[in-house]
């Protein structure tokens, strides 16, 4: 006898990716629900099992789990992070009141382990991907484009100690390396809008190199939590690292999410870019 998986409840923010686990879910034989916060998910959750809610209405998705049998979670997409003020709390987040508001302090790593707690001590299970879609995990080795020269495999290995170094702090996952120098930091701007700042650095010619140069490298911070946030390209990192001048991308293998791969290999070859795993 095939084994019954669980079904298993998907908290969407913004992106293709959320839609993506969801179908290899599927394709695994388990029942998906997905929550979509108003806002931030995409209208194409509602091609499943699916409810609508806002920051705040905690109660409202607890019944709907409660009603579906549903003990398994996960957290996808990209979900802009409340002042507790601003929440809008319905009772069920009331009752929860002092631990939401000790969840929001701190880091982004602080605020998702605080809520992974706040749901496990009442029974649920966070699950990540590498649990029910490890093939949208990024492999080791190319995934599109030319293998890096000797030049961009010194920046990706330099990015990746940075990034290690750094991981202490609760920063970012991303940072671009040129000929050895480090031109950016993903902080809390994310990696579009800090692709965008070397694009205009490099354009004023407050950086001054010339031709594709430079990777953007990204990685998980030590000891994260992949069960909540895991680093994750697509095909519009591809753009921005083409607009900023950069030679390729490299993540960290298996510890990345690749969205909707087809387009952002597509999307490499027409930029003329590399993307390749790295060990981390």
Do not use: Y
């Amino acid at each position: 006898m095939s084994e019954v998986l669980p079904p298993l409840a998907i908290f969407c923010g913004a992106g293709a990716l959320p839609i993506e686990a969801a179908r290899a879910a599927q394709a695994r034989g388990r029942r998906v629900f997905l929550v979509g916060f108003s806002g931030s998910a995409e209208r194409e959750i509602e091609a499943f099992d699916h409810i609508w809610v806002k920051l705040g209405e905690v109660g409202k998705f607890l019944k709907a789990f409660q009603e579906r049998e549903i003990v398994e979670l996960a957290m996808l997409g990209a979900i802009n992070r409340p002042e507790f003020s601003d929440l809008k709390l319905d009772w069920g987040a009331v009752q929860r009141a002092p631990g939401i508001a000790r969840a929001l302090r701190g880091g982004d790593d602080n605020l998702l382990r605080a809520i992974g707690r706040l749901f496990e001590a009442e029974g649920f299970r966070f699950v990540g991907l590498s649990e029910f879609a490890p093939e949208l995990l990024a492999p080791a080795g190319p995934l599109a484009g030319p293998a890096p020269d000797a030049e961009a495999q010194a920046d990706i290995d330099l990015g990746a100690r940075l990034l290690a170094s750094l991981s202490p702090f609760d920063v970012g996952q991303g940072a671009v390396v040129a000929r050895g120098r480090v031109l950016a930091v993903e902080a809390a701007e994310g990696t579009d809008a800090m692709l965008a700042r070397v694009a205009e650095l490099r354009k004023s010619r407050r950086i001054r190199l010339d031709g594709r140069v430079g990777v953007f490298v990204k990685a998980a911070k030590r000891g994260q939590d992949f069960r909540f946030d895991l680093p994750t390209v697509g095909s519009r990192t591809l753009q921005a690292a083409e607009r900023a001048g950069l030679a390729g991308v490299a993540v960290a293998a298996g510890q990345t999410v690749v969205a909707e791969r087809e387009a952002l290999i597509a999307a490499a070859q027409r930029a003329k870019l590399f993307v390749v795993g790295f060990a981390p």
